[in-house]
T-cell receptor, first 113, second 112 residues
Framework: AQSVTQPDIHITVSEGASLELRCNYSYGATPYLFWYVQSPGQGLQLLLKYFSGDTLVQGIKGFEAEFKRSQSSFNLRKPSVHWSDAAEYFC???????????FGTGTRLQVFP | EPEVTQTPSHQVTQMGQEVILRCVPISNHLYFYWYRQILGQKVEFLVSFYNNEISEKSEIFDDQFSVERPDGSNFTLKIRSTKLEDSAMYFCASNDWGETQYFGPGTRLLVL
């Protein structure tokens, strides 16, 4: 069965520091991969997605993610974090024979000034 | 930019009551979804809907749940007899022919 693992429940960084949020997936073929962000009391906003092609994808708000097939990973990165990036980040996968999103448990990001 | 909207933003109900959660998907989208997120837990798929019928549903989506697209714009989730464990944030999402689902802001349901 498809699954998504986000090993870090909570991450704290200083403003201006770099960020990497980890995501590993379990799926037999190359899935469609997504990162969503949820600010407090808000819905889920799409940050970026990977379907095929270039394994480094750029998203909104200065985020990028790299698909690594050998590691079954799709880690999210940002070179310099802003205080407004504090939120919960969800990695998700869609298989090729279904359209339901399977979400990870999320990583809560806290940013200190 | 077009977006998915949901009403109400919050709903409080008594156990055993029926609730209807409403969603207005993005206007040219054809695929519609409901997900839920119990407090502190991951977002879970409930159901997908296309061409006026359910295309996939999870084991959570039992006989107490139903979905409907009553007109050209609304997409609703009905819970017939709410239970305490139905308390959650419910998200609607929609999708055009692609693979990207766009989410609404959610309805927080509290069952007392």
């Amino acid at each position: 069965a498809q699954s998504v693992t986000q090993p870090d429940i909570h991450i704290t960084v200083s403003e201006g520091a770099s960020l990497e949020l980890r995501c590993n997936y379990s799926y037999g073929a190359t899935p469609y991969l997504f990162w969503y962000v949820q600010s407090p009391g808000q819905g889920l906003q799409l940050l970026l997605k990977y379907f095929s092609g270039d394994t480094l994808v750029q998203g909104i708000k200065g985020f990028e993610a790299e698909f690594k097939r050998s590691q079954s990973s799709f880690n999210l990165r940002k070179p310099s974090v802003h205080w407004s990036d504090a939120a919960e980040y969800f990695c998700a996968v869609v298989g090729r024979n279904t359209d339901k999103l399977i979400f990870g448990t999320g990583t809560r990001l806290q940013v200190f000034p | 930019e077009p977006e998915v909207t949901q009403t109400p933003s919050h709903q409080v109900t008594q156990m055993g009551q029926e609730v209807i959660l409403r969603c207005v998907p993005i206007s040219n989208h054809l695929y519609f979804y409901w997900y839920r997120q119990i407090l502190g837990q991951k977002v879970e798929f409930l159901v997908s809907f296309y061409n006026n019928e359910i295309s996939e549903k999870s084991e959570i989506f039992d006989d107490q749940f139903s979905v409907e697209r009553p007109d050209g714009s609304n997409f609703t989730l009905k819970i017939r007899s709410t239970k305490l464990e139905d308390s959650a944030m419910y998200f609607c999402a929609s999708n055009d022919w692609g693979e990207t689902q766009y989410f609404g802001p959610g309805t927080r349901l509290l069952v007392l």
